[in-house]
């Protein structure tokens, strides 16, 4: 799978030439799935309004509403009750997963409860454009601070995909977001490799090598 791990969606040319590369072809000729389900495990931001709007495309984050071939949408909180027949062809068939924000720990829940996270080492040409919760899924663990929904487990660790952290939305002291500070602290707790990065910044994952796409501010936190 290529991942492509954003803290806001695609917002900028760079993070938009980076997405294109990885799909191998122009956005109006790849389908799209898009996956809410991390909206709704987190209290600020879903059920209701903002999952339609990241459904429509009315969204503050550009990932549907960027001209694709085709739209469809992946609910991962309906796939345990359908036959895996239903969905996995047409997992199968599409070029980008599109994974909306919200709660982390309730999205790795349910891709491993719906059977998605099984199936991903199978998706090698499939790309993943993860915002924020949906980019911090694929990493080893999230780190206390960013927990709000508890999963069964009661830890924070997510997929491990990535061997590395993500603390998104990093913004300049005083502005909506995590502060520089903050995100040294949050690093300080993580035990690893970390990156901390605005919302122009993006990092892009083929074959184990990664690429920080930025037009904007980030910090790479070795360990």
């Not at 059920?47 to 960027?66: H, K, T, Y």
């Not at 709660?103 to 993943?128: F, I, K, N």
Request: hydrophobic letters at 45%.
């Amino acid at each position: 799978m290529r991942l492509l791990l954003t803290s806001a969606g695609v917002k900028n040319a760079s993070i938009h030439r980076a997405l294109v590369e990885l799909l191998g072809k122009p956005i109006a000729d790849s389908s799209a799935l898009c996956i809410p389900t991390a909206q709704y495990g987190h209290p600020m931001v879903g059920p209701g309004v903002r999952a339609w709007q990241f459904i429509s495309g009315n969204s503050e984050n550009p990932m549907v509403d960027l001209g694709w071939k085709s739209v469809g949408v992946l609910e991962l909180t309906a796939l345990p009750s359908i036959d895996e027949e239903r969905w996995v062809p047409m997992v199968r068939e599409t070029d980008v997963l599109l994974v909306a924000g919200g709660d982390a720990l309730y999205l790795c829940h349910w891709m491993r409860q719906s059977g998605l996270a099984d199936l991903l080492p199978s998706l090698s040409e499939t790309v993943w454009v993860g915002l924020s919760a949906g980019g911090m899924v694929m990493t080893p663990r999230i780190g206390e601070d960013f927990v709000q929904w508890r999963p069964p487990a009661g830890d924070d660790s997510t997929l491990g995909i990535v061997d590395f952290s993500i603390c998104p939305h990093l913004a300049q002291e005083g502005m909506p977001g995590n502060s520089m500070a903050e995100a040294e602290q949050w690093a300080a707790g993580i035990s690893g490799p970390a990156y901390a990065m605005d919302d122009e910044t993006a990092i892009k994952v083929v074959d184990g090598t990664v690429e920080v796409v930025s037009e904007g501010h980030w910090k790479h936190f070795p360990y």
